[in-house]
């Protein structure tokens, strides 16, 4: 009856099923996602060789498993873990996106929970960004007490829901898929209260790994895992989803109307479903066209950046690539 | 083990059991991004997509509404659609009285929510039926082939070994909670919510530390059984005539879905 009690509606998750997301946008964070995913591989290869697969594995496994356990909260709903900051914390911002990714892959392929096209979406918003959210600050707190670091795992924690659920609530509205009004201060008041219960099972998680295995979570390792560079990608997103949220579910028409003043919101209803329909007929009305090129335009854009951010971070931490590995 | 609650698959030997995975994830993804190029309001596009999945499922010897009933699972989600009834430009259809808000719904948000509906049902149908047709390790075996990034492929199969045994080592650590938690009638048993929490952290802790040693003996284990990286599969895999033909005739249905839709624009 486990997958009934985890997977059932009463359960809000952010798995954005297949439908939700026009085209467009959900093949922009595919590649997002691809982009981090391949860096990920290569940066754990090089650190771990053959071990990586079946040690990532476990790890995955384990991430699915501790999603198993809940805590009764009241009137019959309970808190449960999505566990990319702790996987996060516990493993470093790379090994983190790659479980993830397996997780949620694996969810998706096993339980429908979250569809295939949308995939790229889904990994960005509960793997990738909660991973670089959650060592970002945990990094931060490195060297310092343990109370420091616990209350780093904390926020950590809560801000990775946050951050999803802000991200999922702006790829819907973009598709056209949702209104901002209603939607956003909705789905970032339900997670405020999931990331509690997220936030306290992790506080307790590492806590219990504190005491019983300190070597796993000596500052050596959160060194090794990453450089200080992490502390700024951290707290950058946090800045965003802190200034970003409260003034989206306040007053969402600011957003809209800058969305609109840059002329995305007009475009974004519209163009996607038409896209191609104008696109494989001779007479190619000229707004489509421009939405074409300037979604390609975009898309390009959003690749070197990422291109960019990554070869910085790899240069940042390239002294842990000669590291032995410790285990 | 509860291999049941992991594995959707239903064994059986039909057609579409027989099919080579790889022919079969490449038509999922396909019908997939075909339903969602097909332009709000066109239900002919839907309705042809709707056969294809009912087709596969009678093919497939399941019930035919095997995956009807199972897409129901996308239903929560929609409530993050419905705003957009009442959001769209277009002619208003009256309005909805709820306490002191007029909601006044438009025909093309109407549309435009049906159509987002329909989408997602039917893609999660053929998901559905991709994974009541294809074992797990098939499946993995056809990402391998389709070039999927082989860390993360390796990565994914390891995962699907270890999920048995790990969910059954929580089972033990949720059961041994149970035990230990008696409580008179009508009373919650256990701390206040903190504590709670707290111990359902420090189980996670717990299972996480019991992964990782358990992981290396299992790895070990393997090792020694002659574990060389690959997850066999007593299915050949050789893409034989019957497979060109159904990715043959599933791709061009899917293409006659496309042009329909595009024509039935113009009327």
Redesign the interface.
């Known amino acids: 009856m486990i997958s009934a009690s985890i997977f059932s509606p009463l359960n809000p998750q952010l798995h954005i099923p297949d439908g939700f997301l026009n085209t467009v946008v959900a093949l922009v964070f595919w590649l997002l996602t691809i982009v981090f995913v391949s860096i990920a591989t290569r940066r754990l290869q090089a650190d771990y060789d053959e071990r990586l697969t079946p040690l990532m594995g476990i790890l995955a496994a384990f991430i699915f498993a501790s999603q198993m356990i809940n805590f009764p909260v009241a009137g019959g709903t309970s808190g449960h873990l999505l566990g990319g900051a702790l996987a996060a914390v516990v493993l470093g911002p790379w090994a983190a996106i790659l479980v993830m990714t397996a997780v949620i892959a694996a969810q998706a392929i096993l339980f429908q929970d979250g569809g295939l096209l949308v995939m790229g979406a889904n990994i960005f918003n509960m793997g990738i960004l909660t991973a670089l959210i959650g060592f970002g600050l945990y990094r931060s707190a490195a060297g310092r007490s343990r109370r420091t670091k616990l209350i780093a795992v904390t926020a950590a924690a809560w801000l990775s829901v946050m951050a999803g659920a802000l991200s999922t609530s702006l790829q819907l509205w973009i598709s056209g898929t949702t209104t901002l009004k209603i939607v956003m201060p909705t789905m970032l008041g339900i997670h405020a209260l999931i990331g509690i219960g997220e936030a306290l099972i992790t506080v307790g998680a590492i806590a219990f790994i504190m005491q019983t295995r300190p070597d796993l979570l000596s500052d050596e390792k959160i060194t090794a895992k990453g450089g200080r560079l992490w502390i700024v990608v951290g707290g950058v997103i946090t800045l965003l989803v802190v200034l970003l949220a409260p003034f989206a579910s306040v007053s969402p028409d600011g957003l809209e109307r800058v969305a609109e003043d840059l002329g995305f919101l007009n475009t974004s209803i519209d163009a996607p479903y038409q896209l191609l329909p104008d696109y494989s007929i001779p007479f190619l009305g000229e707004t489509t066209l421009s939405t074409v090129v300037a979604g390609a335009i975009g898309i390009l854009a959003v690749a070197g950046l990422v291109l960019l951010l990554a070869r910085t971070l790899r240069k940042a931490s390239l002294p842990t690539k000669h590291r032995q590995p410790t285990e | 083990m509860?291999t049941s609650?992991?594995?959707?698959y239903q064994s059986g030997d039909s057609p579409i059991h027989h099919l080579d995975p790889r022919v079969k994830v490449i038509i999922?993804?396909l019908f997939?991004?075909s339903?969602?190029?097909i332009?709000?309001g066109v239900w002919l596009g839907f309705f042809l997509a709707l056969m294809l999945v009912l087709v596969i499922t009678g093919w497939a010897g399941l019930t035919w509404s095997f995956a009807l009933k199972?897409?129901l699972?996308?239903?929560?989600?929609t409530l993050?659609?419905v705003?957009?009834i009442?959001?769209?430009p277009g002619s208003p259809l009256g309005i909805i009285q709820i306490g002191p808000w007029a909601l006044i719904p438009t025909d093309t948000g109407l549309i435009?929510f049906i159509s987002?509906?329909?989408?997602?049902?039917?893609?999660?149908q053929m998901?559905?039926l991709l994974?009541a047709t294809t074992p797990?390790p098939d499946?993995i075996h056809a990402f391998r082939h389709l070039r999927l990034?082989q860390?993360?492929v390796?990565?994914?199969?390891?995962?699907?070994?270890?999920?048995f045994?790990?969910?059954d080592?929580?089972?033990r650590?949720?059961r041994a909670r149970r035990a230990r938690s008696a409580s008179l009638p009508g009373k919650?048993s256990g701390g206040p919510?903190?504590w709670?929490?707290?111990?359902?952290?420090?189980?996670?802790?717990?299972?996480?530390?019991r992964?990782?040693e358990?992981?290396d003996r299992?790895?070990q284990a393997?090792l020694a059984r002659g574990y060389t990286?690959h997850l066999y599969t007593l299915n050949p895999h050789i893409m034989q005539r019957q497979d060109w033909l159904f990715a043959g005739l599933a791709s061009a249905y899917l293409l006659f879905i496309?042009v329909v839709?595009?024509i039935a624009?113009f009327y």
């Open positions: 509860q609650t992991f594995d959707r999922t993804v997939i991004l339903n969602a190029l332009p709000d199972r897409s699972i996308v239903l929560p989600f993050a659609a705003t957009i009442f959001s769209m435009r987002i509906m329909f989408r997602s049902l039917l893609s999660v998901a559905i994974t797990f499946l990034p860390p993360l390796a990565t994914l199969s390891f995962m699907y070994r270890y999920l045994v790990l969910s080592e929580t089972t650590l949720l919650q919510l903190l709670r929490a707290g111990v359902a952290g420090n189980m996670v802790g717990q299972l996480f530390l992964s990782l358990r992981g299992v790895y393997m990286g496309q839709c595009r624009l």
